[in-house]
């Protein structure tokens, strides 16, 4: 590949839309030759947790304004309301604004740092070392490797806000996932993984694709000093959703032995995805993917669901619509109606009112779902 062409379906996650442009610095190409990014992500402490208030009031773009104003006019510059006269603006002889400039050093003070960080990714500058084993560690302090500007079948390889929503959830309420055996399903970078591996016992996190999965597995032995210490494991494992089987061909490097299927089988209880939602047939083939697994595990579980609402003006019915999203709750809707005689699943809305212990626009197209599944009683005595 001599060069990184983004095309008309070049898909780009919020995540990464506002990281500033001077921070766009890679670290490598992968093996599709497109550029890989690193950013840090940190887990805030109980005391500093915010409630989406508190993000709202850093993340929004009416306050960075406000900010800019006060900067422009001088340090002895004061602003009481939007609308009120400043006295404190200078014009030059022609009556034009004369705007004070700061000099480079101010342009990236310290508090101006800060406040990106808390809101942003930052990206580590190029050639940085990735596994650099001298470089202090920062228990609080999630990197990952991730790619920017993708096209729509490797939108995987992005970092995207349904991540952060579900991983704020377990982050909240710890006692649910501590010392269970969990599946997450379209891991992506690995980034919920990670979070879920700070209390629960195995974590298989499974995607399909070697380059995603090697770039996953990279995230998963850098992120060690997150996870470590409690025990867990995690391990990346291949899982197609379009394939009935799990993939077993000693070939590939992140194939399931018939240990892990079998403890898979007998020791899951928690199933998780974040924002894998997009495609119609891909809804359907994780539907179908799930039903088989939840069909063959002995134990209750929960699957919890994070989703966000796109908007999309389309010409065919010339109006605002939420195809995918319309499509993943018809999907529900029929899990939740299913009566097959072997389980049953009851769905509903899990209420964002837990703590962001990670920044992010919590929007209000975000949302989390959580399925309750019960094997009946003929069933439990066969399991």
Request: overall charge negative; aromatic content about 10%.
């Given at each position: 590949m001599d060069s990184i062409t983004f095309t008309s379906d070049t898909v780009l996650s919020d995540v990464h839309i506002y990281t500033p442009n001077c921070s766009h610095l890679m670290v490598r190409l992968n093996g599709h030759g497109q550029p890989v990014f690193v950013s840090k992500f940190k887990i805030l402490h109980n005391s500093t947790a915010h409630s989406k208030g508190d993000v709202e009031h850093l993340s929004n773009e009416e306050t960075r304004d406000d900010d800019l104003i006060h900067q422009i006019g001088g340090s002895g510059a004061t602003v009481s309301g939007k609308d009120e006269p400043r006295s404190d603006i200078l014009l030059d002889a022609d009556g034009d604004l004369d705007v004070t400039r700061r000099s480079d050093g101010n342009l990236h003070s310290d508090e101006d740092d800060e406040w990106r960080e808390k809101v942003y990714p930052t990206i580590i500058s190029k050639g940085e070392d990735f596994f650099n084993e001298d470089q202090e560690e920062d228990c609080s302090e999630?990197?990952?490797?991730?790619?920017?500007?993708?096209?729509?079948?490797?939108?995987?390889?992005?970092?995207?806000?349904?991540?952060?929503?579900?991983?704020?959830?377990?982050?909240?309420?710890?006692?649910?996932?501590?010392?269970?055996?969990?599946?997450?399903?379209?891991?992506?970078?690995?980034?919920?993984?990670?979070?879920?591996?700070?209390?629960?016992?195995?974590?298989?996190?499974?995607?399909?694709?070697?380059?995603?999965?090697?770039?996953?597995e990279r995230n998963v032995i850098a992120n060690k000093h997150i996870y470590g210490k409690t025990g867990s494991e995690i391990k990346v494992r291949d899982l197609d959703w379009l394939k009935d089987e799990f993939?077993?061909?000693?070939?590939?490097?992140?194939?399931?032995?018939?240990?892990?299927?079998?403890?898979?089988?007998?020791?899951?209880?928690?199933?998780?995805?974040?924002?894998?939602?997009?495609?119609?047939?891909?809804?359907?083939?994780f539907f179908q993917t799930i039903y088989r697994v939840?069909?063959?595990?002995?134990?209750?579980?929960?699957?919890?669901?994070?989703?966000?609402?796109?908007?999309?003006?389309?010409?065919?019915?010339?109006?605002?619509?939420?195809?995918?999203?319309?499509?993943?709750?018809?999907?529900?809707?029929?899990?939740?109606?299913?009566?097959?005689?072997?389980?049953?699943?009851?769905?509903?809305?899990?209420?964002?009112?837990?703590?962001?212990?990670?920044?992010?626009?919590?929007?209000?197209?975000?949302?989390?779902?959580?399925?309750?599944?019960?094997?009946?009683?003929?069933?439990?005595?066969?399991?």
């Open positions: 999630i990197r990952i490797e991730h790619t920017m500007g993708t096209a729509l079948e490797d939108v995987g390889k992005q970092v995207w806000r349904g991540a952060f929503l579900l991983a704020d959830y377990i982050l909240n309420y710890r006692d649910l996932f501590r010392d269970h055996t969990v599946l997450e399903l379209g891991a992506g970078t690995g980034m919920t993984s990670i979070v879920t591996a700070t209390v629960a016992k195995t974590i298989y996190c499974t995607d399909v694709g070697e380059d995603l999965l090697n770039m996953c993939c077993t061909d000693t070939k590939n490097k992140y194939c399931w032995s018939e240990e892990e299927t079998a403890q898979l089988h007998d020791q899951t209880d928690v199933l998780l995805a974040a924002d894998v939602f997009y495609d119609d047939d891909l809804t359907d083939a939840l069909s063959h595990l002995r134990n209750p579980s929960t699957v919890y669901l994070s989703v966000e609402k796109r908007l999309n003006f389309t010409l065919r019915k010339l109006d605002v619509t939420c195809d995918a999203y319309d499509h993943f709750r018809q999907c529900l809707d029929e899990l939740a109606n299913m009566r097959d005689g072997r389980t049953s699943f009851v769905v509903e809305p899990v209420k964002l009112a837990f703590p962001q212990f990670l920044f992010y626009e919590r929007v209000e197209q975000l949302e989390l779902w959580k399925i309750i599944v019960e094997p009946h009683t003929a069933m439990k005595r066969l399991l």
